[in-house]
């Protein structure tokens, strides 16, 4: 990953490792379940796979699943993760902590918009997708404006708005069922303020 003399900065985009809300198949987001003995397993393997990584920032969202994750991966290096609310999962609302049955049968025919369309689809008292999609784009900007190599620990959903809003990935992809970022792997993009390109997904 040589910038053969270029002024642009690398994103090291890794999911945390499983959660318990994962684990126990629920809705949840802002809801702060705590990393699983395999979730701890899977950090370990991001950091394995980032050891060649010249990063030398560390963001991650506040909630435990990121933050310990972000832990795991800069453990060694001179690099103490930094927190930033931005990064956070969509708070669910009223579907946090629900399995998936629960949610159907008090919510119904929502459910189905949310897994269809859940880029215009608010959670019933939850947060817009747009409202997350400004606050992640803004933390993006940021970075790129910096210009500093830098891991970012987070979500599913903020790392997908990541690549939705550096124009690496369309709606299309994102509303896809296999869309996701993997437990355990990272994806890297590198970037300036002119453009971004997706060098890896999940490896």
């Known amino acids: 990953m040589s910038r053969a003399g270029g002024n642009f900065m690398y994103l090291y985009l ?31 393997q991001a950091a394995d796979k980032l050891r060649e990584a ?18 795991i991966c800069t453990e060694g290096r001179p ?21 998936w049955g629960a949610a159907e049968a008090r919510f119904g025919e929502h459910i189905g918009a949310l897994l269809s369309d859940w ?25 790129v404006r910096r210009g500093e190599d ?4 987070a979500h599913n959903g903020s790392l997908s708005l990541i690549l939705y809003h550096l124009g690496l ?5 994102l509303l ?11 994806s890297a993009v590198r970037a300036d303020e002119a453009g971004a390109e997706l060098v890896c997904f999940n490896r």
Request: charged residues 25%; aromatic residues 8%; contains cysteine.
């Open 79 to 99: 690099v103490a993760p930094e927190a930033c609310p931005a990064l956070r999962e969509q708070d669910m609302g009223e579907l946090e902590g629900l399995s």
């Open 150 to 153: 830098t891991l970012v620990v």
């Open 14 to 44: 890794v999911r945390h490792g499983q959660s318990v809300g994962n684990e126990k198949q629920l809705f949840f987001g802002a809801r702060d379940y705590p990393l699983t003995p395999l979730g701890r397993e899977q950090a370990k």
């Open 119 to 143: 880029l215009h689809t608010t959670p019933p008292g939850g947060e817009a997708p747009s409202h997350m999609t400004a606050r992640v784009g803004e933390c993006v900007d940021g970075l």
């Open 54 to 71: 010249p990063f030398t920032r560390c963001v991650a969202s506040p909630l435990s699943r990121a933050w310990d994750t972000a832990v």
């Open 176 to 186: 896809r069922p296999d869309w996701f970022f993997r437990h355990g792997c990272y």
């Open 169 to 173: 990935a369309g709606e299309q992809d």
